[in-house]
């Protein structure tokens, strides 16, 4: 009999789901609503063949040096490693980070910053961008919609510590803004026509689908239109919803909500002995975190 005891094993990471395409829209790094650390778990579950990152990935309206925190740069670092391992990677801008449109056209690598992208896929063709040219808000009155941006920030603050104290007291989380907006029938109505509208002009185009963000409502569904039926899908948001639209050659576009995967409902898993080194670099200072990122594009 062996008495002395035998080193345990590190547990092994679950394998990652092998995805043709990930979309993932509106998760505003740089702001205080945004769920980094459960989007980088996301990701880290996953291996997509291309990875569309569909506007507001990064909040430049509402930037701040005084609030970065080290977990907003991990997703950054991340998206970088996955691009520098081959991962195609098109970045298409929305109005938060609409500064980056001057540079539609750019390829950094396995990156690419575009406006919208057409993929040809098995089940048909799919149109995607993020979607704010159909909000009338952004084309009018880009001043209201600023200041309604501040305004959604401190109600998702606020939505947070509600969770908070729902969660101690053992009772189910709840969407403030999600419920604010469904008691607006002129936000309902908005919704609505938005989506009317990107399904009317996929179908003019002659695409079988057409993929937003915008405007924080995950959805699945056919919608009718006068040149026939037209796919619409929306990606969610990494504020409240926690969501992504998924593809793959057999069961097609599928909706994915991070608050509905068994395997994100227990702790992430701790490796100590494998510790992560880009992670580490997070709290580098600025200009060796950039020098890192350009690295990791292939660009010196």
Not at 54 to 63: A, E, L, R, S, T
Not at 271 to 284: F, I, K, L, Q, V
């Amino acid at each position: 009999m062996n008495d002395f005891p035998t080193a345990s094993k590190p547990p092994r990471k679950p394998a990652r789901r092998r995805l043709e395409v990930c979309v993932i829209s509106d998760v505003h790094l740089g702001t205080y609503g945004c769920h980094a650390p459960e989007l980088l778990r996301y990701l880290k579950s996953v291996r997509p063949r291309v990875l569309v990152l569909n506007g507001d990935i990064v909040d430049i309206w509402q930037f701040s040096k005084n609030y970065w925190p080290p977990a907003h740069m991990r997703v950054v670092r991340y998206l970088a490693g996955l691009a520098a391992k081959g991962t195609r990677i098109h970045y298409l801008t929305g109005n938060h980070d609409e500064l980056l449109r001057k540079f539609a056209g750019t390829r950094l690598g396995a990156l690419r910053i575009d406006n919208k992208l057409v993929l040809d896929l098995p089940h048909g063709k799919t149109w995607l961008f993020h979607g704010d040219v159909f909000d009338v808000t952004m084309r009018h009155s880009r001043w209201l919609a600023r200041l309604g941006g501040h305004g959604y920030d401190l109600l998702i603050l606020l939505n947070r510590l509600v969770n908070w104290g729902l969660v101690r007291l053992g009772r189910p989380r709840v969407a403030l803004s999600k419920a604010v907006k469904d008691r607006v029938k002129s936000a309902v109505s908005l919704v609505s026509d938005f989506e009317q509208t990107a399904a009317a002009i996929a179908a003019d185009k002659g695409y079988r689908y057409v993929a937003c963000g915008h405007i924080h409502c995950p959805e699945i569904k056919p919608l009718t239109t006068a040149q026939g039926e037209v796919g619409y899908l929306n990606s969610g948001d990494w504020v409240e919803n926690l969501t992504a639209l998924e593809y793959t050659a057999e069961a097609g576009w599928q909706l994915y909500h991070y608050h509905l995967d068994p395997r994100m409902q227990h702790p992430a898993p701790a490796h100590p002995t494998e510790p992560d080194e880009a992670e580490a670099a997070a709290d580098a200072p600025p200009a060796e975190l950039l020098a890192g990122l350009l690295r990791e594009m292939g660009v010196e």
